[in-house]
């Protein structure tokens, strides 16, 4: 086995069982599937990035984190009513949707700086993932963890309650390691440039408002009998928008203190 070979299976490896560990790590754990990880993620998409002219070694890389994941989701997988919505559940929930995280590095190529191409995988990625579970939450899901009724319309909002945050999280990650580290040489990228600690800060606001959106929403669809999004009211989303409004303005003014900041 070449020594290029030889590196690829151990990192690859390496960065699955990352993955795999992170996985466990969990900000918010939805009532019938789907979490916000410690950006688990991640390391899949950067071994996507990485060995970005491999694209079949990039899709097994992230094949073996989707079937690890399976392994974690027997118990959702009891409930499927049929053997049709069984290989459903396995093909939307997981392999399609966690083997997608291997085009993470499409645009390795298409952008001029690294962070920007990885983030453009990143978010392709993710949105994938979104749609896959989307449409399983819609067809399969449909009466048996959401209301049969506008099924559509519940499996996109109840998978956005926790991919929105997931997605931020997984591009707050590419953006910073894309800006600091040389994929391809492993190499601390050395940058000279004024407001990098409000861009920090910036972004970290951004997350924070969307995943308290999240908890506080998601906290708001509880009753006694398990999950009901019905349960949400106007006042609720009005709050929610209120946190993102006052988070976008925040973000706003320290955007522009850090341009004054970078032409002085």
Same mark, same amino acid.
């Given at each position: 086995?070449?020594?290029?070979?030889?590196? !690829?299976?151990?990192?690859?490896?390496?960065?699955?069982?990352?993955a795999f560990i992170l996985n466990f790590i969990k900000v918010i754990d939805m009532p019938f599937g789907g979490s916000v990880t410690a950006f688990s993620m991640v390391p899949v998409i950067i071994i996507a990035y990485r060995y970005a002219k491999n694209l079949s070694w990039d899709l097994l890389t992230a094949f073996l984190f989707g079937a690890l994941q399976l392994l974690?989701?027997?118990? +959702? %997988?009891?409930?499927?009513?049929?053997?049709?919505?069984?290989? #459903?559940?396995? *093909?939307?929930?997981?392999?399609? @949707? /966690?083997? $997608?995280?291997?085009?993470?590095?499409? *645009?390795?190529?298409? *952008?001029?700086?690294?962070? =920007?191409?990885? &983030? +453009? =995988?990143? =978010?392709?990625?993710?949105?994938?993932?979104?749609?896959?579970?989307?449409?399983?939450?819609?067809?399969?899901?449909?009466?048996?963890?959401?209301?049969?009724?506008?099924?559509?319309?519940?499996?996109? %909002?109840?998978?956005? #309650?926790? !991919?929105?945050?997931?997605?931020?999280?997984?591009?707050?990650?590419? *953006?910073?390691?894309?800006?600091?580290?040389?994929?391809?040489? %492993?190499? =601390?990228?050395?940058?000279?440039?004024?407001?990098?600690?409000?861009?920090?800060?910036?972004?970290?606001?951004?997350?924070?408002?969307?995943? /308290?959106?999240?908890?506080?929403?998601? &906290?708001?669809?509880?009753?006694?009998?398990? /999950?009901?999004?019905?349960? $949400?009211?106007?006042?609720?989303? /009005?709050?929610?928008? #209120?946190?993102? @409004?006052? @988070?976008?303005?925040?973000?706003?003014?320290?955007?522009?203190?850090?341009?004054?900041?970078?032409?002085?």
């Amino acid at each position: 086995m070449k020594k290029e070979q030889i590196r !690829m299976l151990t990192e690859s490896g390496v960065m699955v069982a990352l993955a795999f560990i992170l996985n466990f790590i969990k900000v918010i754990d939805m009532p019938f599937g789907g979490s916000v990880t410690a950006f688990s993620m991640v390391p899949v998409i950067i071994i996507a990035y990485r060995y970005a002219k491999n694209l079949s070694w990039d899709l097994l890389t992230a094949f073996l984190f989707g079937a690890l994941q399976l392994l974690t989701g027997l118990d +959702a %997988l009891r409930k499927s009513v049929s053997w049709q919505a069984l290989i #459903a559940v396995i *093909f939307l929930d997981y392999i399609i @949707a /966690f083997t $997608v995280l291997g085009l993470a590095g499409i *645009f390795k190529k298409r *952008f001029k700086t690294q962070w =920007g191409g990885l &983030m +453009a =995988g990143a =978010g392709l990625a993710c949105l994938l993932r979104y749609l896959c579970h989307v449409i399983s939450g819609c067809t399969v899901w449909a009466g048996v963890s959401i209301p049969t009724s506008d099924g559509l319309w519940y499996s996109l %909002l109840y998978n956005a #309650a926790y !991919m929105i945050p997931e997605t931020l999280l997984t591009l707050g990650a590419c *953006f910073y390691i894309g800006r600091l580290l040389d994929l391809d040489t %492993l190499k =601390g990228i050395h940058r000279e440039e004024k407001g990098g600690a409000l861009a920090a800060i910036s972004w970290l606001v951004g997350i924070a408002a969307v995943i /308290f959106d999240g908890i506080y929403l998601f &906290m708001q669809m509880q009753n006694e009998d398990g /999950f009901d999004i019905t349960l $949400v009211q106007g006042s609720h989303l /009005f709050l929610a928008l #209120a946190v993102l @409004a006052a @988070a976008a303005l925040l973000i706003l003014i320290l955007t522009l203190i850090q341009k004054k900041m970078a032409r002085n």
